[in-house]
């Protein structure tokens, strides 16, 4: 009996190491690939954000360098924001040049001087600058075709911007307005607006103007500006305050503003300045012997 069932063991014993060897073979092989799923189609592209072109008049000061910084720090952080820094002077200064090589964005420095005979006091002020960054940006917009969207804005050195200001001008259709504080011997000054629609003006100063706004309360379309190569700031006939309503005559009427910022409730610019520095101790002689940029 013991020895037919160990003739029978060893009739199995090369059968039962074959089908170990193909289970270890099997094991060792890769896993089959899943199978290639079909590709995804792409969904559709978010369309770009219109940029906002900031046109700002500058000229020097000894806070000059101090309010560029500040102004700088706000546009670093807004998205496709072109800055067109305009000096009032008849060539480049070493101290903006040096600045808006280290600004950090994108910034266009041109220069253009005030003729002397508009520098009396009680004349409009920085005409010939803003100007100057209307026709740069024409003549940057004027091969291409339309329609070209953008925002303009004129973002004087001496105020102060929320960033959500930005996200509320970049909407513009044609002309947007917004309140403005510490402006006009008031806490603020803003559009009345009744059902949408801009009915007057909450101002301290000539409530009768056609457009009674600060510069830092509009901004207007790319396209408005292109479409009207004319509209410009007026120096001949045009008074202290009017500068405002004179160019947005040239462009659009009261019925046609965009209201922002709520209805106009919400004040998103103000017109700080900076105080007047008081350099009564800065010496004519016996100078320090480092000079230093401030």
Same mark, same amino acid.
């Given at each position: 009996? #013991?020895?037919?069932?160990?003739?029978?063991?060893?009739?199995?014993?090369?059968?039962?190491?074959?089908?170990?060897?193909?289970?270890?073979?099997?094991?060792?092989?890769?896993?089959?690939?899943?199978?290639?799923?079909?590709?995804?189609?792409?969904?559709?592209?978010?369309?770009?954000?219109?940029?906002?072109?900031?046109?700002?008049?500058?000229?020097?000061?000894? %806070?000059?360098?101090?309010?560029?910084?500040?102004?700088?720090?706000?546009?670093?952080?807004?998205?496709?924001?072109?800055?067109?820094? !305009?000096?009032?002077?008849?060539?480049?200064?070493?101290? %903006? *040049?040096?600045? %808006?090589?280290?600004?950090?964005?994108?910034?266009?420095?041109?220069? !253009? &001087?005030?003729?002397?005979?508009?520098?009396?006091?009680?004349?409009?002020?920085?005409?010939?600058?803003?100007?100057?960054?209307?026709?740069?940006?024409?003549?940057?917009?004027?091969?291409? &075709? &339309?329609?070209?969207?953008?925002?303009?804005?004129?973002?004087?050195?001496?105020?102060?911007?929320?960033?959500?200001?930005?996200?509320?001008?970049?909407?513009?259709?044609?002309? *947007?307005?917004?309140?403005?504080?510490?402006?006009?011997?008031?806490?603020?000054?803003?559009? %009345?607006?009744?059902?949408?629609?801009?009915?007057?003006?909450?101002?301290?100063?000539?409530?009768?103007?056609?457009?009674?706004?600060?510069?830092?309360?509009?901004?207007?379309?790319?396209? !408005?500006?292109?479409?009207?190569?004319?509209?410009?700031?007026?120096?001949?006939? *045009?008074?202290?305050?009017?500068?405002? *309503?004179?160019?947005?005559?040239?462009?659009?009427?009261?019925?046609?503003?965009?209201?922002?910022?709520?209805?106009?409730? #919400?004040?998103?610019?103000?017109?700080?300045?900076?105080?007047?520095?008081?350099?009564?101790?800065?010496?004519?002689?016996?100078?320090?012997?480092?000079?230093?940029? !401030?």
């Amino acid at each position: 009996m #013991k020895s037919l069932l160990l003739s029978r063991f060893l009739l199995l014993l090369p059968w039962g190491l074959i089908v170990i060897l193909l289970l270890d073979t099997d094991s060792s092989r890769a896993p089959p690939a899943p199978p290639a799923r079909p590709p995804q189609q792409a969904g559709p592209r978010r369309p770009a954000l219109p940029p906002i072109y900031a046109i700002t008049p500058t000229y020097s000061r000894p %806070v000059q360098k101090a309010e560029l910084t500040r102004l700088a720090n706000t546009f670093r952080q807004v998205a496709r924001l072109h800055w067109v820094l !305009v000096e009032d002077a008849a060539r480049r200064s070493e101290l %903006v *040049s040096r600045f %808006v090589a280290r600004a950090g964005l994108p910034c266009t420095h041109l220069h !253009v &001087p005030t003729p002397r005979r508009y520098k009396r006091p009680g004349l409009p002020r920085a005409t010939e600058q803003r100007n100057a960054g209307l026709a740069w940006l024409r003549q940057r917009h004027q091969h291409l &075709p &339309p329609p070209q969207p953008g925002v303009l804005f004129f973002a004087d050195d001496d105020n102060t911007y929320s960033l959500e200001l930005f996200e509320e001008m970049r909407t513009t259709r044609k002309v *947007s307005v917004w309140p403005v504080g510490l402006v006009g011997g008031r806490r603020y000054e803003r559009p %009345v607006v009744e059902n949408g629609k801009v009915v007057g003006w909450y101002t301290g100063w000539r409530a009768d103007r056609p457009f009674a706004i600060d510069m830092a309360g509009f901004a207007v379309s790319l396209q !408005v500006i292109l479409s009207n190569p004319k509209a410009v700031f007026k120096r001949r006939g *045009s008074q202290p305050g009017m500068q405002e *309503s004179d160019f947005l005559n040239q462009i659009t009427t009261v019925e046609e503003l965009e209201p922002k910022a709520n209805n106009c409730t #919400k004040v998103l610019v103000w017109h700080t300045r900076t105080e007047k520095v008081n350099l009564g101790n800065e010496p004519k002689y016996h100078l320090d012997t480092v000079k230093i940029e !401030v």
